[in-house]
């Protein structure tokens, strides 16, 4: 992706749209790694977007209010046909797993991620409540939005976070297509990151 072509993108419909179009033909011939990790299989496509009626029901069953961006992204595309591809470093069995997370089979998933990266960093439901804390919500693996105002994307796995994308379409690109022309900052400190950032354990760090 060219860097103009990432400056661009925002939470737009017609972002996501872009990045629709795009990911499926570079998806068209797809070159798989002996490494671990879900891969995207060769010729994948993303699922139909979401009705209005079935992103309320989404955000009713996570108990989460989605931003507009996030809606945008859903209403656009709903998770890939096909599913990721585990190779386990040509040392194992393959195994199969979702990528980009969809409406409504991987709710117990992203109901997972949540509590596990809040516990990692020892964010309690009465934390978030008494002190503001935004709540996040991943869209791949350890890629979540943090839904304040800033809706910066951080890659949280567990306690190490890093700056991902400064929006959800920018942090979704950068999942798909190879960009040495990523931004590059320092996190801003939200609710959630001044929370983190007084705990011993959390690692807040820019990307590298």
């Known amino acids: 992706m060219k860097k103009r072509q990432f400056k661009k993108?925002?939470?737009?419909?017609?972002?996501f749209q872009w990045i629709k179009k795009k990911s499926e033909r570079y998806w068209q011939?797809?070159?798989?790694?002996?490494?671990?990790?879900?891969?995207?299989?060769?010729?994948s496509k993303w699922k139909k977007g979401l009705s209005e009626p079935e992103l309320e029901d989404f955000q009713?069953?996570?108990?989460i209010t989605f931003p507009e961006s996030l809606k945008n992204?859903?209403?656009?595309?709903?998770g890939l046909d096909k599913p990721g591809i585990d190779n386990n470093g040509g040392e194992g069995e393959i195994d199969f797993g979702?990528?980009?997370?969809?409406?409504?089979?991987?709710?117990p998933i992203i109901k997972a991620r949540i509590k596990l990266t809040l516990e990692a960093n020892r964010v309690t439901e009465d934390i978030m409540k008494n002190q503001n804390v935004?709540?996040?919500?991943p869209y791949l693996g350890h890629r979540f939005l943090?839904?304040?105002h800033e809706e910066t994307v951080l890659s949280m796995f567990g306690d190490d976070i890093i700056?991902?994308?400064?929006?959800?379409?920018?942090?979704?690109?950068?999942?798909?297509?190879?960009?040495?022309?990523?931004?590059?900052?320092?996190?801003?400190?939200?609710?959630?990151l001044a929370h983190l950032a007084t705990q011993s354990g959390p690692v807040l760090r820019s990307e590298e």
């Open 134 to 137: 935004p709540p996040i919500i």
């Open 73 to 78: 992204y859903y209403r656009t595309m709903n």
């Open 29 to 43: 011939k797809v070159d798989l790694m002996e490494c671990w990790g879900f891969q995207i299989q060769e010729g």
């Open 146 to 148: 943090i839904l304040d």
């Open 163 to 192: 700056f991902w994308g400064g929006n959800l379409a920018k942090g979704i690109a950068q999942d798909i297509f190879p960009i040495r022309h990523a931004e590059k900052k320092k996190i801003e400190v939200s609710a959630l």
């Open 9 to 15: 993108l925002d939470n737009s419909i017609s972002s």
């Open 98 to 107: 979702p990528i980009f997370y969809s409406y409504p089979d991987d709710i």
């Open 60 to 63: 009713k069953q996570l108990n």
